[in-house]
């Protein structure tokens, strides 16, 4: 007896046969049991595409064997089918292990699902393939770059560059650190967190200045404060508070040190804010004084003019022996409650000049010369010798 197929079956069974035992024993032989294994000499083929399960998630299949490149996922949509083969699982297993061990999965480019234009190269060049890493966004810039010979963070000028949380730069081992373009300190304006603001120079830091500007600025809320070691500020316009509203240290038990104010307004004060503590240690002086005048030499004349910050000028010559005018070749008065002790002779109204450009000296009436003596000032013309 033999399994056979349906339409071998049909004919045992047709009108008018005599039905015999051999028959049925044929038809059983031939059915497909659920209770035990069956053997099958065709395709098995469900009745309807995408409608029926091998299996279920309650009652799995334990081991399904096929044959390579048997397996094969079709679109539905498109019927287009994509083969996975015994090869496939292969290479699939060999990353698998490769992944999880020291040096992982070789890959070239790393990029986004749905833009291939921003990506992680891992072989750009610097020098050679492999010796740089580039992070591109939209393909238009890096948003950074690693090599062996440069680190590069948002490079691009138009992109600014944004970073949270405390920022920490190491010292260089040959180039110093350069800081190119506008930079704006704004300090912490929400007072956010407990660092604090502003900018301070610690330990042994010095701040040096060069440059093809002429001045350098500082226009701090509350005042530059400069502390430890000594300051020197040349060929500079200064300016102070004539309120000290934060608290300050002047010199160190070791370093002793002078801090010298002007005082303002009519009395001439210097003002401490309420809260404020300004300490002078030992050896160090606290120094306030009134604003002192403004003096104007002019090398051509001798002349020297002394401008009061509460008005009134006081004008005199160095003269022949540095002490007074000796020609007075311009309009000059002694001011009211002044004294002044001149050595003679005083020529009024002439000047002292070579002759012809030489070397020999005459005297020349300008005309213009005049000298006041105001009211309550005294001018005494004295020998020199005396």
Same mark, same amino acid.
């Given at each position: 007896m033999a399994q056979k197929v349906r339409e071998d079956l049909k004919k045992l069974f047709q009108a008018g046969d005599k039905l015999r035992m051999d028959s049925f024993i044929d038809l059983i032989e031939s059915l497909?049991?659920?209770?035990?294994?069956?053997?099958?000499?065709?395709?098995?083929?469900?009745?309807?595409?995408?409608?029926?399960?091998?299996?279920?998630?309650?009652?799995?299949?334990?081991?399904?064997?096929?044959?390579?490149?048997?397996? *094969?996922l079709v679109d539905t949509t498109t019927g287009e089918t994509e083969t996975l083969s015994k090869e496939d699982v292969t290479?699939?297993?060999?990353?698998?292990?490769?992944? *999880?061990?020291?040096?992982?999965?070789?890959?070239?480019?790393?990029?986004?699902?749905?833009?291939?234009?921003?990506?992680?190269?891992l072989e750009a060049s610097n020098q050679q393939t492999g010796d740089r890493i580039d992070i591109k966004v939209?393909?238009?810039?890096?948003?950074?770059?690693?090599?062996?010979?440069?680190?590069?963070?948002?490079?691009?000028?138009?992109?600014?560059?944004?970073? %949270?949380?405390?920022? *920490?730069? *190491?010292?260089?081992?040959?180039?110093?650190?350069e800081f190119l373009g506008k930079y704006q300190f704004k300090g912490n304006p929400d007072n956010f967190g407990n660092a604090g603001k502003g900018v301070e120079l610690l330990n042994d830091v010095g701040f040096k200045y060069e440059g093809s500007k002429d001045k350098i600025e500082f226009k701090p809320e509350g005042g530059v404060s400069f502390t430890g070691g000594n300051v020197v500020i040349e060929d500079a316009i200064t300016s102070q508070p004539g309120t000290i509203s934060q608290s300050i240290s002047i010199g160190t038990f070791?370093?002793?040190?002078i801090a010298e104010y002007i005082g303002v307004e009519g009395n001439k004060r210097i003002s401490i804010a309420p809260g404020v503590k300004v300490?002078?240690?030992?050896?160090?002086?606290?120094?306030?004084?009134?604003?002192?005048?403004?003096?104007?030499?002019?090398?051509?004349?001798?002349?020297? %003019?002394?401008?009061?910050?509460?008005?009134?000028?006081?004008?005199?010559?160095?003269?022949s022996f540095g002490t007074n005018p000796k020609y007075i070749g311009f309009n000059m008065e002694i001011p009211a409650g002044n004294s002044a002790a001149w050595y003679g002779p005083i020529h009024i109204g002439k000047t002292f000049a070579p002759i012809n450009g030489g070397t020999v000296p005459r005297l020349t009436v300008t005309n213009k010369g005049n000298l006041r003596i105001k009211e309550d000032a005294r001018l005494r013309i004295k020998d020199f010798n005396e």
């Open positions: 497909v049991s659920t209770q035990e294994d069956s053997s099958i000499s065709g395709s098995l083929m469900p009745t309807k595409g995408s409608t029926f399960n091998l299996g279920s998630a309650e009652f799995p299949w334990k081991e399904i064997f096929v044959s390579k490149n048997s397996i *094969k290479q699939l297993k060999a990353i698998e292990a490769q992944r *999880k061990t020291q040096d992982g999965i070789p890959v070239k480019k790393v990029r986004g699902f749905t833009s291939s234009s921003t990506f992680i190269d939209a393909n238009t810039f890096e948003a950074a770059s690693f090599s062996t010979s440069r680190t590069s963070i948002g490079p691009k000028e138009s992109v600014p560059l944004e970073l %949270t949380g405390s920022l *920490k730069i *190491k010292q260089s081992l040959d180039t110093p650190h070791n370093t002793p040190s300490s002078v240690n030992p050896g160090s002086r606290l120094i306030i004084k009134p604003q002192q005048p403004n003096i104007l030499a002019d090398s051509n004349t001798g002349d020297i %003019t002394l401008t009061s910050r509460d008005g009134g000028d006081i004008s005199f010559n160095v003269g």
